[in-house]
């Protein structure tokens, strides 16, 4: 099933704490329908010292966020968008904002 945020994507946050804040999405986990966004849903992790960390301490990771918790930032107004699935006469699948505007192909059309 196509999703409506995929990886590298910039994508507002439009419920919970961190509602407002935009950020460029690194990993999808289409499992659970969560992402995980760059600078957002940041919580500290206690480690222990180790070779990679010899002081351990707190560090900041992201943790995911909802799907449903996200909108794709529309490229021209800088604004999240809701978006929708279009087919072209040739047969390929691209996702566009609720105005029309393109945002990107989701699955080219097929060779023959």
Same mark, same amino acid.
């Given at each position: 099933? $196509? %999703?409506? &945020?995929?990886?590298?994507?910039?994508?507002?946050? &439009? *419920? !919970?704490?961190?509602?407002?804040?935009? !950020?460029?999405? #690194?990993?999808? &986990?289409?499992?659970?329908?969560? =992402? /995980?966004?760059?600078?957002? +849903?940041?919580?500290?992790?206690?480690?222990?010292? *180790?070779?990679?960390?010899?002081?351990?301490?707190? #560090?900041? /990771?992201? %943790?995911? /966020?909802?799907? *449903? +918790?996200?909108?794709? @930032?529309?490229?021209?107004? +800088?604004? !999240?968008?809701? @978006?929708?699935?279009? *087919?072209?006469?040739?047969? =390929?699948?691209?996702?566009? =904002? =609720?105005?029309?505007?393109? #945002? !990107?192909?989701?699955?080219? $059309?097929?060779?023959?």
């Amino acid at each position: 099933m $196509a %999703r409506h &945020i995929k990886k590298g994507d910039m994508v507002q946050v &439009i *419920s !919970g704490d961190q509602k407002g804040v935009t !950020g460029r999405v #690194i990993r999808v &986990i289409p499992d659970k329908e969560q =992402a /995980i966004v760059e600078g957002v +849903n940041l919580v500290y992790k206690h480690v222990r010292p *180790s070779q990679k960390n010899p002081q351990g301490g707190r #560090i900041r /990771i992201e %943790r995911p /966020i909802h799907l *449903s +918790n996200l909108l794709p @930032v529309h490229p021209k107004t +800088n604004k !999240g968008t809701r @978006v929708r699935f279009v *087919s072209d006469s040739k047969g =390929a699948k691209k996702r566009t =904002a =609720a105005d029309g505007t393109e #945002i !990107g192909i989701v699955r080219k $059309a097929k060779q023959k």
